[in-house]
C-alpha cells in the first residue's frame, strides 16, 4: 500500500530520473524538474476541444495540401507545376523507392494518423467513451510525434522556390496556402493536446 | 543529489510517464501497458552500430550526384559538394552557406555530436552536465531538420520538368543521403539520455568515496 501512494504522488524526471514529488497545477502551468530544468509536465486551457477542432481542421486540409499544386514554372512557353503528390509519384516512375517512401511517411501517412489519433482520443474523452484500445492510440502518438515532418517539407518547398526564381518565371498555387494552414494546425496539435491529463483521464476511467 | 528513481526502486515509463514500482529488470507499465526497462537496454550499443551506419551512409551520399541537370537534353550531374562550388562561382555566397551548413556541417557534426555523447556517457570529461545536456537537445532537435535537402530536390525534380528544355532528376546520392538521416534519428532515439546524469553521478561518488551502492548493484 505504501509503495501505490509514492507511486501515485511523487513523479520521476524523464531525462535526469530524479525522484519529486507531483505538484498540482492549475490551468496554464508548467512543472519543471528541479535538478535538470527538462519539462515534467504541463496542465493546458481547454485541452479537449481546442484539440478537436485543430485536428479537424487539419484532417481537411490534408486533401487540399496534397493534391493542389503547390508551385509552378514557366519558361519559353512551357509549363510545369507538381503537388506533393506529383513529387512523390514521379520518385516512383524515376525508382527512387527509399525517397518515395521517406517522402510519402513523413509527410503524409505519419501526420495524417498522427492527427486521425488525436482526434479520436479526444473525442471518446469528450463524449465519455474510454476503452482499453485508446491506450494502443496514445502510445502510437507519443511515437509518431518525432517522424513528423511536413515543417520539414514547408522549408523544403520555400528553400526551392529561392533556388527557381533565378531560373524561370514561378507561381505559388492553392497547394502552398494549404500547406501553411496544414502545418499550423499540426503543430497546434501537439500545443493543445495535454498529455498528461488525458493518461491520467484513462488511468482513472479504465480501473472503474 | 542521490535522489532517484532507480536507487529508489522506480522506474519512470518512456512513453506515458507514469512512475511504476519496478519488480523485474523488464515489465509493463500499469498504466499503458508498454513493456519498458529503467534505462533503455543496451542504449549505448544500439547508438554506436546506428551511428556508424550513418556515417558509412554519409560517404556514397557525398560520392554520387544528388540531382542531374538537364539542359537543351545535355545532363550535367553534381554532388553536394559541387553544387555548392557552382553557387560560389555564380557569386550567390549566402545560397552556397545555406546549403553547405544544411547538407554538410549538420550531418556530420550530428554524428561527432552523437559519438561525443556516448563517450560523455562513459568515461569523465571536461564537459560539464549542462553542456552535455545541451548537446544532446541539440542533436534530438536536428533530427528531422536533416531531411530538408531531401525535400528540396524532391521538389526540384516535381517541378522542374519542361521535357527537352530544362529538367532535373533525382540521382542515386540522394538515397543514401535519406538512409543516413533516418539513421541518425534512430540513434538519438536509442541515446538515453539519463545515462549522463548516471555517469555523472558515479564519478561524483567515486570522489567522495561512497560508491558502495553502486558496486552491490553491479554484483547483483
Redesign the interface.
Known sequence: MR?NS???H??????????LPKPILSEGQDALCGC?GAM??SKKKDAINRTIAVAIAGLVLFFPAALLP????S??G?F???SLI??IT??IN?K?Y??AF??FM??LAIPSVRLITALYISSCIKFHRVKPSL?VF??SY??LD????V???F???I??M???S???DMTIDGGLFSLVLLLICSTLVSVTMD??SI?EE??KSLEQ | MSNKALAAGLGNCPQCHKLNVMHAEKQACSRCLTVFSTRKPKSLEYTLAWTIAALVMFIPANIYPMMVFYTLGKPDASTILEGIAIFIQMGMLPVAIIIFIASFVVPLSKIMGLFTLMYNAKRKTKLTLKQQDKLYHVVEFLGPWSMLDVFVVTVMAAVVNLGFLTSIEVASGITYFTLMVVFTIFAAESFDPRLLWDNHQKHHHRATKTNQEYNNKGEQ
Open positions: 509503495n509514492v507511486v501515485n511523487m513523479i520521476a524526471c524523464n531525462q535526469c530520473d530524479s525522484l535538470c515534467l509536465f503547390i508551385i509552378g514554372i519558361a519559353a512551357l510545369n507545376d507538381a506529383d513529387c514521379i520518385l524515376s527512387n527509399v525517397i521517406a517522402v513523413f509527410t491506450l496514445f502510445r507519443h511515437l518525432t517522424w513528423t515532418m515543417h520539414v517539407f522549408m523544403g518547398v528553400v526551392s529561392y533556388k527557381l533565378s531560373l524561370a498529455e498528461h493518461w484513462l488511468e
